[in-house]
């Protein structure tokens, strides 16, 4: 697999092991829907594919188990995680492309075996769809309808994205405990896979910090991706690029170096769930190391007068997206998120005492500002 602007090769001894890349479940699934798409118009199943990702890169994928039968066209990625520790690395994204008859332009998506089932509400997703989340269905359609050509002018599509053995993959995630059954689930709003896993990242985010220290930088902003990024370089337009670190999921590293290098002010731009991991004190925030306090969420709903019933909903569901979401849609947001944060940094606090000044810049699931909580307000 290769790209125009950022060169990622498998095998490359010249790269530092634990620093190799990787593509998402999403962009593997896009890709394998292009391949299979392209063969039912073509009559032929390409041995590589030039697929585009979520962020804009274009990537060369092989393609593997290519074939065409019963008037569906198949094609099979084999996802290769980098070097992160991904329980779906070598997970084989399997798509079927078919022919919707007198259909003109509809593009249908659906999961088949060894992808999981939404049962749940708080996941962004329909309860009963296919665990394929927003930004991959929408590089999935992109990528089908980009060598769809003149089908989409009389019929549609019908898309499936199978795992073989995703099922087996999904019980070292917690998708069970999330409502997603039957399989793993579609990801990434990248494309791309960074060792956030590995003593790799973690070393990354320390230089970063240090990289920022050294340029006389007094303040730093921690992200937990780059949409939370994006998100709080438009809070902070003042501060200079090297100030933002995405810290992904070190939040021990990241706030033990800050205090080491003597940063005056810490930032901190993250939704709701890695907020209440935050404030769970977690050292690494990542999925597989922790599951959500639903206690905290329930708390912080309890302190804004939410209904009774609604504060049990939130303390049995099994995501801080549930308790936003319903939270959000009687005008509590703000409220809730307010009082996340000032969880969040009092724990924050706790753990990695020092003279800094801590702030927390909140945004929802789409990196929409929800509220600015200084350190005053919680202490």
Known sequence: MSNTGEKIRKGDSRRKRGHRSGFTTGACAAAAARAAT???VTGKVPANIRSTLPNGLEVDFPVHEGRIEGGTAHAVVVKDAGDDPDATNGAHLTAGARRL????GQIVLR?????????????GLEVGDPAINPVPRRSIEENVRAVAGELLTQDGLEITISVPGGEDMAKKT??????????????????IVRPYSTAAFRASVVQAIDVAANQGQTSIVFTTGGRSEKFAMRQLPELDESCFVQMGDFVKAAFQTAVKRKMQNVY???????????????AVTHAWKAAINRDLLADCAREIGAAPDLIEQIRSAETARFAAERLAALGLSVDFHRALAQKAIRSLKACYPGPYRLTMLVCDFDGNFIVRVEEEEAL
């Open 38 to 40: 392209l063969a039912l």
């Open 268 to 282: 901190v731009g993250a939704m709701a769930g890695k907020l209440t991991k935050m404030g769970q004190g977690l």
């Open 174 to 191: 917690l998708n069970a405990r999330l409502g997603i059954l039957g399989g793993i689930s579609i990801l990434g709003t990248t494309g």
């Open 101 to 104: 008859a007198r259909a003109a």
């Open 111 to 123: 999961g088949g075996p060894g992808v999981g089932t939404v049962t749940k509400e708080g996941l």
